[in-house]
């Protein structure tokens, strides 16, 4: 039986106490970020991370790293020695900062000399992490949009199954980048105002930011009330740039991913829905549901409250459903308000008390990359 | 002069959507200036990404800037509406 | 144990010409359209393992690469940086995702598992063993493994980058391999060793090693550290060298080279920072 142990999270909600009191009430804070784009000047929520000190320097993102990396340590109290068999599964949509700084300062080939002959790029952050922590060297970057790091918490729990390591963290990250965000306003999917998922009136994405830490492990190396049953990540390939809104594709990775972990669609006590409010990832995903669920599950969107962090929600959101159910409740989603006829079924707008159960955690993607996760609390 | 009228205008609006939509096997003098661009007619075979890559080159090359999907389903149909609309007159 | 069914290359060394393009346009003209250079050789690799063959719906695609798709990276760059622009749809999508393993996967009609993968040295190995894993656990019954990196110019900034610090020439690949737990119509079985392993435990291996293996060793192994594993033991070499650049997959350009030239067992061994991984990969009679 492979393990959730918990872990840490930089978000937009706070340190524990306040990102709770956020869940629990409902309500969340964003910052106003603008571009110029044409010459005109456009502005935009965002969610960032909360942080006083912030600045842009390149070494924030692995101060955030190690920062978050150690705080999951403490809480766990995990070894020098646990670590040295634990394996790093890092999920981003973005690029490593280290390789594209000086590729940007590059543009002219001003800069080849001054780039110290150094392996830099893709796989510097787990690099840097394997090395800072004394991990295991099994350490993989996975970038497969916005189910990154829901595929990297897949790929170490049959990593932990296969025995070839004992414990494992997976990463998920992922920083305000102006070319991400640019891209976003380009393709027409940036709300103007706030992110509504479900909702009649949705408007689109919210995008945010989010480092989280998430240990896994197996109950005959280290015990916990969570435990993961199995996911499936598929790829659909209607369309580069999503799921197909007849929900075909979702329908099936929910299903296959009912059968891996030996559930029926009425033990799921709720699910985490990917909910976007994008006007197309909402359709597609509630047909989907609708395919595999007989009646309305319970279901919620954690994107109003640390926006959509792209290759982080995998492990971000995870991790806060823990954090909810250990604290007693399912959130609500904020910002639903009117009933969508065509998608019909309606979120949770309140909290909902739960203190143990089976959720589902669904996750879809460009590239078609669609991700489902069922894990579980027991009883204590 | 009126878009409709401007042949000019109307081979450079078909040269963007062909570059644009990477539709190589397409010659502007192929593309009608009367057939619906989004329609099985045009051969063009577009989808909403191409319509993304369309408002993208109306706003870098013709400085017109279409909000959302709504503003370019309305504004962009035929080539002789769509040089209409950056001419009218 | 797990079989390595088909294989299929595309490999240039710097200076060598290579119309990704032309080639792939030959294959499948009507695939051209928003897929650029990393993405048409991604394509082009995966269609020389696996040709026209039909792939079951189920197939699983997990793709390395060392940095990934970099060149559009470096439009987006230029896009906004100099010529004021916003991205473009197509090249900001090619950007965030791992565009290039959903058109490899539209193009043979798999809707398996999709990764896309990348670590700074060993990426391949890497790659591998989870796919081992996946294939031993009955998680995946059939896995397309690809390792795909494009040679970026200016070749001096791109050297540094990747902390090639000597003369050698860089180069770039697609390389290719269908793998299952079925041993029946397989090429080759492939076994990449568990244990993560340092200079000592190599060594050992090596002594312990039958005489009738090759070996083969990963090009971010040094003469030097190669002097020092083999320890004046006389070992048979499989090499593939001469005609590959440096790039981070070159571990499976090297794999499929010997299944399609030798015969018999190999020893592989790679190296980054002082870690080791080894694979072993052990021709089958053909028929």
Known sequence: MITILGGEILSALGEKERRLKHLSDGTYSTVEKTMTLMGEDLSFAYYTIDDGERNSALSIPLRYLEDVVQKAIDKLSLTSDDLSRCGLFVGSASNDLSLSLPLGQNYDNSQVENVACKRIGNGYYADHLTTHFGLHDFSLTYNTACTSSANAVIDAASMLEGGIIDYALVVGFEMFAPISFEGFAAMQLLSPGKIAPFDRDREGIVLGEAVSALFLSRDDVASSPWCFHGGVSSCETHSVTGANPDGVGVSEVISAALKVADVKESDITAVKAHGTASALNDMAEMNGMKKVFTASPDFFSFKPYIGHTLGSCGSSELLLMLECVDAGFVPGTPNFVNRDEALDWTPLKEKMPCENGLFMLNYFGFGGNNTSIVIEKVKS | MIGSQDDALKLRLKTMIIEECEKEDITPEELADDVELFSDASGLELDSLDALQISMGLQTQFKIRLGDSKDFRRVVTTINALADYIQPE | ?287
């Open chain 3, 1 to 287: 144990m797990i079989y390595i069914h088909k294989t299929g290359s595309v490999n240039r060394k710097e200076g060598e010409e290579l119309d990704v393009k032309a080639a792939w346009k030959v294959v499948s003209p009507k695939m051209i359209r928003r897929t650029d250079r990393f993405i048409q050789l991604a394509l082009l690799g995966a269609y020389k393992a696996v040709g026209d063959n039909v792939l079951d719906k189920g197939t699983a695609l997990y793709m390395a690469s060392g940095q990934g798709n970099l060149a559009v990276f470096k439009r987006l760059r230029d896009q906004r940086y100099i010529h004021k622009q916003p991205p473009k749809p197509v090249d900001f999508i090619n950007s965030l995702s791992n565009t290039a393993g959903f058109y490899v996967a539209q193009y043979f009609g798999i809707y398996g598992k999709n990764l896309n993968v990348s670590r700074q040295g060993l990426v391949a190995e890497t790659t591998l063993l989870l796919a081992q894993n996946d294939l031993e656990l009955g998680k995946e019954q059939q896995i397309l493994v690809g390792g795909v990196d494009e040679l970026q110019e200016p070749v001096a900034f791109t050297k540094r980058t990747l902390g090639i610090c000597d003369e050698r020439l860089l180069g770039e690949g697609s390389n290719w391999m269908l793998l299952s737990a079925q041993q029946e119509g397989a090429l080759a079985s492939i076994d990449v060793v568990k244990k993560q392993m340092h200079a000592a435990d190599v060594k050992e291996c090596l002594h312990t090693l039958d005489k009738s293996c090759k070996v083969a060793f990963g090009l971010r192994c040094s003469k030097e550290m190669i002097d020092e594993l083999l320890d004046g033991a006389e070992r048979e070499r499989f090499v593939y060298e001469a005609s590959c650049g440096f790039y981070e997959t070159a571990t499976l350009y090297a794999l499929n080279s010997f299944i399609n030239e030798g015969e018999g067992e190999l020893l592989f061994i790679e190296n980054y920072k002082e870690n080791f991984r080894l694979i072993k990969v052990n021709t089958l009679p053909r028929f």
